[in-house]
């Protein structure tokens, strides 16, 4: 299983950022797909998380109503729209792939890919 990162950038507080996750290597139908991120000095902490093939989306209290996890089943690819963002959401996004039913514990996925960079500046 491979999963590749993008759309990382630098933002001003207020905007907002796409970020997409390509996977390949497998079906991913049983999967949970997930996004978690890491600011400096952090741990690494849950985003959101969507199940592969019922659609079923989790997001972390800190995210829910400016971020929206999505896929698209027919490019393997799953997305994390950012609104609103603030400078706390700055950090290391990640997404990762397991399959599990839905987790927010990182230990429980798998499968991560390479990370790509979200600055928010106030």
């Known amino acids: 299983v491979q999963l590749q990162a993008s759309g990382g950038g630098l933002v001003q507080a207020g905007g907002s950022l796409r970020l997409s996750c390509a996977a390949s290597?497998?079906?991913?139908?049983?999967?949970?797909m997930g996004w978690f991120r890491q600011a400096p000095g952090k741990e690494r902490e849950f985003v959101a998380a969507?199940?592969?093939?019922?659609?079923?989306?989790y997001y972390a209290d800190s995210v829910k109503g400016r971020f929206t996890i999505s896929r698209d089943n027919a490019k393997n690819t799953v997305y994390l729209q950012m609104n609103s963002l603030k400078p706390e959401d700055t950090g290391i996004y990640y997404c990762?792939?397991?399959?599990?039913?839905?987790?927010?514990?990182?230990?429980?996925?798998?499968?991560w890919g390479q990370g790509t960079q979200v600055t928010v500046s106030s």
């Open positions: 290597g497998r079906t991913f139908s049983d999967y949970v």
């Open positions: 969507i199940r592969w093939n019922a659609g079923s989306t």
């Open positions: 990762a792939s397991g399959r599990i039913y839905y987790s927010s514990d990182y230990d429980a996925y798998a499968y």
